[in-house]
């Protein structure tokens, strides 16, 4: 062929003439076949050289210039080839490792960017004719090949993975490029386009490999990937899945993260629906219990029952299995408990349950009622036997509900008093629950045998149906707690879902930055965009799999931890969200299937997400002057996409560590202060009374017991002599803030400051006539109908605090003198509208029962009224110390003032003390313990988690799902630019330059976070605030100043009002009580963390900045 | 003039150790124009690095006018590489986040140099008018001329190339090396090139041959 038509043939072939470049591979082949074979010694790679070579020409061939030698360009192409060649035949036979190879081909920049455009070789022809070739290939020569050259492995790996000897894969190897060669040249025989193939662009990808390659072998893998799924069926998901796991074993730190966010993500959403059935468990549990509508503690119940119980009526109170007996001739009721579930309920004042037979737990009210003043540990007479104290349990033990059902018990009318006496398995003690089985028409023995066959078993609930939806909905719905943690959980767990997604997103962006690479290649060598799409849908998939399997493992292990901290720590009720009960699991999502779902749509959106945002790779607008120096650093370092991850991920962190530090800390101001007198230690720590600010270290606290008989007329007997000039003395000098709960003033007149004590019946005037004593008598005697008597809150107070109401006072002056001998007292008034003034005399008094049924003793003197000081505030923290909230006027004195009027029943709720009080000083019997300030701190704290439990762990797991999220961000962004850094480094950019950049880079996200967070609580404080604050005012309007136009149904506008406040409230977290708290310091904490491990993180980064700038760039080509 | 003793690179350890340089000694003077030839793995690149700063050699020493570079902190060896090298590399490595000129201009931001001529230069590659574009919109040759640009901003004594011309059509690689040949001729400037193509080698002064990292 003479060089003028190869010429005119070369520019045929430039403008895309196939036939022309197929006569110009038939006029070279030979030549160039014998060249190649010559310099490699090797016919079997020279004929691979060979194709590969012509495929090169076909592709370059536009770069060709006119009037050059084509065939000097070919051989050049030939030459190269073959030098590449036997330079890596070399290196495989000297180097030892994959690893060592790696680095050195690296340094050596063998690696060639592709700079085809990406259409080129992509058209549905040509693949389908490729796809058509790869059909003759065996799977196994398949997967040599794939695993050969398109995941460059060595032909060791390769064996490996293919469970064979090198020689083996070898001889695949060998066979496939034999058959595609052949493929290869049918095609060019028929004129395809065989140079549509961009062989170099493959090869360049393939360098690599320990043997050189030709054309074949790229075509093998263009032929091999396609094969697989062109197969439907068959081996098709088999060698995706084969792909994937290539991919993946080589990028490991990218796996563990995407599956360490997926993990986490079902593990806290399964642990969060696990809390929220726990919740509803627990508060079902004491729901029913508390209301006593309707809990019957039974296994499966025996038909018989069922049917007996499935008339509500029967259903009237609270289960407990109460024995009958006497006691200095009085009735009681007694029982064992042996069920678990019922025993957590109780609380013990002190001790604990009965260890054997010999022991019991006896209630606070039997003991008071018994006069027994000793402790646990004495032994205890009983009709039924001697018993050793093994605790107290607290008033708070349903006592009311118990009461009525007794009362009703009784056939003689007189009340009988139930005694919760626990024992451990006395036969002693019969079991029957006479009270709650009375209308079930069953004997007694039918009963007891009844409820003792089926008690016994284990334990469960049964509810009667007709009334579990109404009351299951009335539950979620009314009962705030549970509504509100169940919100809150609720709330949390959708941000936890967020940060999850966020977190999975950010990896898998990551990932598909590096996988581009791999996903550009597999789609050049014919992959079709449904083929990628299903090779990632199958990987999901699995992936989903294995963060299911192992998440429900995490995250019914982290539940199990939360349910044994609840439970051990917090003392809650022992019931947990592993329920199997109908009425739970019918109103709760699954936590098993709730968070395979969440897993399995959050992965393939994660995918999604980064498969979208790779393709929108814009640019920035172009700027007429170019970037300066810094800002072309930026640029060349920003990730938005990261960068808003973990930002995100940071402000969740942020966040709520500073709702949990505000919950956790007496940072929470107080709440509902105005509805009732609450003693600020014992219930919401810290609120309305500063111990630190007055020096308070211990307290004394008890609930005042109930009162029996006619209101709280009569004072019970709990001391002989009530307050003793001793103890009124010391606790003059302590702050005490108890109040008299039932003095009384005898006048002619209200003065507004009680309500009159009607005698109701004949029936109870006998009654009171019948029990009192002859002091009682006279006094009653002499009651004249002009005089009645008023109930009258009285307030004990300091000296201290007394005289600190100087600024308060409107009328008189304070003499504390004159209030301690009794010659005065003060009159505490909310508006300016006092009933009496200073200097005016009041007779005021005290009735003491020793036995609840009659007075037994009468104190009544006069008393001038030294002062009028007015509170206006209702919130203030003062008023706690003066005034009975419900109350618009207090008499107060202190407490030898009290003692001086004779109002000798007095009892105090509280003393708080400065210093040590010596517990003998305290009034006998009733009932007061001493608490210590850092005591009652934890049991602010414990009281708070056990709110907010469940919160808190999610807030706590939402916390370390940030910080993973986060932590798997700073490592991955710099090692995703480390090729910038290489080429900055390259241009002479200092190291130390580089490091404060990216350090500054690192550090400037948790600054923002930090600033996102701490406004986003100020401004949630800020409305809640402004919530709370009509909330106030609903709350008085509803409760205390009904507006009149309501005056006449009262019950409908409260009941309508209540409904207002719940929803209310959730709307705004005021339940939470913790908007008002200051957010500095935990969002300070949480900073500075941060910081730290941002910082001891980048600077880890950085040890990726060795000496060899070359290999770095190399290794960040390839990477790109 | 940069001279090396006895440069010896290698990599690994053990019986995979692999010696990519073998104790290379050269002396290069100022002005002249090298090129470094071998066939690929022959260790020119290595060499080319080492020179260069971009990589530490195992053994042996590199001076530049009688400073020895490998006692250099990180801080000097930036500011050899940022004011007295320039480097091109075979597959341009510009900063995909930058555009051609932000890219050029880089080095000279960097030296706090204000007036770099970048204008003149962009005139003399002729690329002014592509210098806006970001490098995945321009094509090989206008890449590789940028990437020449940057080398050139701050007007370095020593212009490193390695494979200049490997990733150009034969009219780039024409330009470049017509280009390479003014600077060193005009200017006085040294140019090394690594190249394993010996129609270039041989438009340079001299050629110093490699293999298997010993010079030949």
Not at chain 1, 62 to 82: P, T
Not at chain 1, 587 to 610: E, K, M, N, Q, R
Not at chain 1, 1028 to 1049: A, G, Q, R
Not at chain 2, 50 to 74: Q, W
Request: aromatic share 10%.
């Amino acid at each position: 062929m003479e060089k003028i038509e190869i010429t005119a043939l070369v520019k045929r072939a430039k403008s895309g003439d196939k036939d022309a470049f197929l006569q110009l591979y038939k006029e070279f082949h030979g030549r160039v076949s014998f060249f190649i074979r010559r310099l490699t010694n090797d016919p079997q790679a020279a004929a691979d050289l060979t194709s590969d070579t012509f495929a090169a020409a076909m592709e370059r061939i536009n770069e060709l210039r006119f009037g050059e030698s084509f065939s000097g360009w070919l051989y050049s192409i030939a030459y190269n080839k073959c030098m590449q060649y036997i330079n890596e035949k070399k290196r495989n036979v000297t180097l030892g490792s994959e690893a060592e190879l790696e680095e050195l081909l690296e340094s050596a920049a063998l690696n060639e960017p592709l700079l085809l455009p990406d259409d080129y070789a992509i058209n549905a022809e040509t693949r389908a004719q490729l796809q058509s070739i790869i059909d003759g290939l065996s799977p196994d020569q398949r997967s040599a090949v794939i695993m050969y050259y398109y995941d460059e492995m060595s032909v060791s790996e390769v064996a490996e993975a293919m469970g064979t000897n090198e020689n083996n894969v070898s001889q695949k190897l060998h066979r496939a490029r034999k058959k595609i060669r052949a493929q290869i040249e049918k095609l060019i025989g028929k004129g395809a386009m065989f140079g549509a193939v961009p062989m170099r662009a493959l090869l360049g990808e393939l360098d690599t490999s320990t043997v050189g390659i030709a054309a074949a072998g790229a075509a093998a893998i263009a032929l091999g990937i396609p094969y697989g799924l062109s197969k439907a069926s068959g081996g098709t998901a088999r060698e995706l899945l084969w792909i994937t796991r290539k991919y993946w074993s080589k990028h490991k730190k990218s796996l563990f993260a995407l599956l360490f966010s997926g993990v986490l993500l079902c593990a806290v959403v399964c642990c969060a629906l696990f809390v929220i059935r726990g919740e509803l468990n627990r508060t079902m549990n004491s729901f029913f219990d508390v209301q006593g509508e309707f809990d019957l503690i039974l296994p499966e119940p025996s038909k018989e029952l069922i049917e007996k119980l499935s008339n509500e009526k029967t259903l009237t109170g609270m289960m407990s299995v109460i024995g009958h007996a006497h006691y200095n001739d009085e009735a009681y009721e007694y029982g064992t408990i042996s069920d678990p579930d019922e025993l957590a309920h109780l609380y013990f004042e002190s001790g604990g349950l009965p260890k054997d037979e010999s022991e019991a737990a006896v209630h606070r009210g039997v003991l008071d009622r018994m006069g027994y003043t000793g402790k646990v540990g004495d032994r205890i007479s009983l009709d039924i036997g001697e018993f050793t104290l093994s605790g107290i349990i607290s008033g708070s033990y349903g006592t009311v509900e118990l009461t009525s059902i007794c009362m009703e018990a009784t056939e003689d009318n007189r009340p009988v008093y139930p005694i919760p006496l626990i024992f451990l398995k006395s036969d002693k003690a019969p079991l029957y629950s006479l009270t709650m089985l009375k209308g079930l028409s069953l004997s007694p023995q039918e009963a007891t045998a009844l409820v003792y066959s089926e008690y016994e078993e284990n334990v469960a609930y049964w509810i009667p149906s007709a009334k579990q939806n109404d009351e299951l909905a009335k539950v979620q719905s009314e009962h705030w707690e549970f509504r509100s943690a169940r919100e809150q959980i609720r709330k949390m767990t959708l941000l936890a879902a967020v940060i999850a997604v966020l977190s999975i997103f950010a990896v898998c962006k990551t990932v598909f930055a590096e996988r581009e690479h791999t996903v550009a290649l597999l789609y050049r060598i014919g992959f079709s965009k449904r083929r990628i799409f299903c090779m990632y849908a199958i990987e999901c998939l699995l992936f989903a799999v294995i963060q299911s399997v192992i998440g429900i493992l995490f995250g019914l292990l982290i539940y199990g931890g939360i349910y044994c901290f609840q439970v051990n720590v917090l003392d809650m009720l022992p019931y947990s969200g592993i329920t199997f009960a109908s009425y739970i699991t019918d109103f709760t999502a699954d936590p098993i299937c709730g968070s395979v779902i969440v897993t399995t749509v959050v992965l393939p959106i994660g995918y999604a997400l980064a498969g979208i945002s790779s393709k929108l790779r814009t640019h920035g607008k172009r700027a007429k002057k170019p970037a300066g120096l810094r800002k072309s650093l930026s640029k060349a370092f920003s990730d938005k996409y990261i960068a808003v991850i973990q930002v995100s991920a940071l402000v969740m962190i942020c966040f709520g560590s500073a709702l949990a530090y505000m919950i956790f800390t007496d940072s929470g101001k107080t709440h509902l202060n105005y509805t009732d007198y609450i003693p600020a230690a014992d219930y919401s720590f810290g609120s309305g009374f500063d111990f630190e600010q007055d020096g308070i270290s211990e307290y004394y606290s008890t609930q005042v017991p109930e009162t029996v008989g006619f209101g709280s007329f009569l004072m019970t007997k709990t001391s002989e002599n009530g307050i003793t000039d001793e103890t009124a003395d010391r606790f003059e000098d302590a702050v005490c803030t108890g109040r008299l709960e039932s003095t009384f003033l005898l006048s002619d007149n209200s003065h507004g400051l009680g309500s009159e004590i009607v005698f109701g019946s004949a029936d109870e005037i006998a009654l009171l006539y019948d029990n009192s004593s002859p002091v009682g008598k006279a006094f009653l005697d002499n009651l004249n109908s002009v005089s009645r008597l008023y109930k009258c809150r009285t307030v004990i107070s300091d000296r201290q605090f007394v005289n600190s109401l100087e600024k308060y006072l409107i009328r008189g002056r304070i003499d504390t003198e004159k209030l301690s001998s009794g010659e005065e007292m003060l009159l505490v008034v909310r508006s300016d509208d006092p009933p009496l003034t200073e200097g005016q005399r009041i007779k005021v008094g005290s009735a003491l029962a020793n036995d609840s049924y009659g007075i037994d003793e009468v104190s009544l003197n006069d008393v001038t009224i030294g002062a009028v000081v007015l509170i206006p505030k209702i919130i203030d923290r003062i008023s706690k110390h003066c005034l009975c909230s419900t109350d618009e006027y207090n008499l107060l004195t202190v407490s030898n003032g009290a003692r001086k009027l004779g109002l000798f029943g007095a009892k105090y709720t509280e003393i708080f003390s400065r210093s040590h009080i010596d517990g003998s000083l305290i009034p006998a019997g009733s009932g007061m313990t001493l608490s210590s300030y850092s005591d009652a701190k934890q049991n602010a704290f414990i009281h708070k988690a056990t709110q907010y439990g469940g919160m808190i762990l999610i807030v706590f797991i939402l916390s370390l799902l940030g910080f993973a999220a986060y932590f798997n961000g700073i490592g991955l962004k710099i090692r995703q630019k480390e090729y910038q850094i290489s080429v900055l480094r390259a241009v002479g950019t200092p190291l130390a330059r580089l490091r404060r950049k990216l350090m500054f880079d690192s550090i400037k996200l948790p600054m923002i976070a930090s600033v996102v967070a701490f406004a986003g609580v100020k401004t949630a404080a800020f409305i809640s605030s402004r919530a709370y604050e009509k909330y106030t005012e609903m709350y008085i309007s509803t409760f205390e100043m009904i507006p009149d136009e309501y005056k006449s149904n009262v019950s409908a506008y409260q009941d309508e009002m209540r409904q207002k406040l719940h929803s209310f409230s959730d709307r705004y977290f005021i339940h939470n009580e913790i908007w008002l708290a200051d957010p500095v310091i935990p969002t300070l904490i949480v900073f500075l963390i941060m910081c730290t491990v941002t910082v001891l993180l980048t600077r880890r980064s950085f040890r990726m900045f060795t000496p060899d700038i070359a290999g770095a760039l190399a290794r960040g080509r390839k990477r790109r | 003039m940069i001279k090396t003793e006895n440069l010896t690179r290698t990599y690994g350890k053990g019986e995979g150790k692999v010696v990519a340089l073998d104790g290379v000694s050269l002396t290069i003077n100022d002005g002249e124009m090298v090129a470094i030839i071998g066939k690929s793995g022959s260790g020119k690149s290595t060499l080319l690095n080492l020179i260069g700063g971009l990589d530490k050699p195992t053994e042996g020493r590199i001076f530049y006018n009688d400073k020895e570079i490998g006692s250099m902190k990180d801080s000097e060896l930036s500011e050899l590489r940022l004011k007295n090298v320039g480097f091109v590399f075979q597959f341009f490595d510009l900063i995909p986040e930058l555009t051609a000129e932000e890219n050029v201009l880089l080095p000279s931001r960097l030296a706090k140099n204000k007036d770099a001529g970048a204008d003149e230069l962009y005139k003399a590659l002729d690329i002014g008018d592509r210098v806006k574009h970001y490098p995945s919109e321009l094509s090989g040759g206008q890449q590789q001329r940028a990437a020449i640009a940057r080398a050139l901003i701050n007007s370095p004594d020593v212009i490193l190339c390695d494979e200049p011309t490997g990733n150009l059509d034969r009219a780039s690689g024409e330009e470049v090396m017509a280009l390479l040949k003014r600077l060193n001729s005009e200017q006085g400037r040294t140019v090394i090139i690594v190249t394993h193509d010996r129609g270039i080698a041989e438009q340079c002064g001299r050629i110093i041959e490699i293999s298997d990292g010993k010079i030949v």
